[in-house]
């Protein structure tokens, strides 16, 4: 999203208020910023530009004798005027040193990822496991439960396991269905469901049918758009005095309880690489319009990715947040991308 050009003095007087802002959650008034912002500008001119700034759409004046709060367009310039930073040198060495304790599992790694973004944002931490756009077969086993039952046992790419239960037409001993997914496995090891349904092969009935449950599991596995992600920091954005009215509060909540939050936060164009902000009414449900979202992909783009999100109120401390999602989208990323025998690069850009 483009940044409209203000006057470098106004720019300066608007960010010294969206920073006040977010630190007190009280309106600023000009007194204040001539008192303690220093930046060489008599009250009468501040003054001036905070009217010029209200009446541009920058601020909100809350009660006529009140001070300014930021709108949405003012933290809009506010995030745009933030330049890169990274996360601080020892706060990078604590978290690659707490995910080397945990175990090598993507629940593991996604939920730990959620519990160190809640409590380094100091807002709620959306995490969703990844997940492939199309998921390929790594390996398939069949083990045979009682005549023609069998369980079927398929790993893909990523580390994903899937079990179900499958009838044959017609009993089948353990060491046929070990020739059976020795065979789909030489064949299939690699491929799409779609790759597969489409390969043309000399296959026996039972071989056949073997193929149509591999088909069938991974096809479900390919249409579950949005997983349920792993949630963290509830009882940070409680805290936070914009939701103390139940009604915004309990919007949230219907959102929780029918699994759309993911859904909701992840803009029609979220782009595969570097961090974005939705500030506001930039946010296309109105559940959430109140909030600010900080999001970015993780992975391995075209083959398996996530999402790591912040949600917060739109006085969140942007500075702070947006290097901590930059970071731990980073560290997830090369963590899954092992998974796959992968290298990505240790640094993504910030948006």
Known sequence: MEIEMIAARSGKILNYIVGQYIARAVPVPSQVIADEARLGISPATIRNEMALLESEGYLIRPHTSAGCIPSDKGYRHYVGSIEAVNLPWEEQRLISHTFHQVEKEVEAWVSLTATLLAKLAQNVAVVSLPKSTDCKLKHMELISVQDARALSIVVLE??????????????????????????????????????????????????????????????????????????????????????????????????????????????????????????????????????????????????????????????????????TVDYLSSVLGQLVAGLYGREISGEQDMK
Request: glycine letters at 6%; aromatic letters at 6%; charged letters at 20%.
């Open 158 to 323: 990523g580390a994903k396991v899937k079990q179900q239960l499958v009838t044959f037409d017609e009993t089948v001993s353990q060491p046929t269905l070990t020739i059976v997914s020795g065979k789909l496995n030489s064949e299939y090891n690699g491929l799409t469901a779609r790759q597969i349904s489409e390969k043309k092969l000399e296959l026996t009935p039972l071989e056949k049918q073997a193929t149509d449950f591999l088909i069938e599991i991974m096809k479900a596995e390919d249409s579950q758009e949005y997983q349920e992600p792993y949630l963290e920091g509830w009882h940070f954005i409680l805290n936070q005095p914009e939701f103390a009215h139940s009604e915004q509060m309990s919007s949230l909540m219907e959102l929780v309880e029918r699994r759309g939050l993911l859904k909701v936060i992840v803009p029609s164009k979220l782009s595969p690489h570097g961090v974005q902000v939705i500030i506001g009414n930039e946010n296309k449900d109105v559940a959430i319009q109140n909030c600010s979202v900080v999001i970015c992909r993780y992975g391995l783009p075209e083959e398996a990715t996530g999402t790591i999100a912040v949600l917060g109120p739109t006085r969140m401390p942007y500075s702070r947040t947006i290097p």
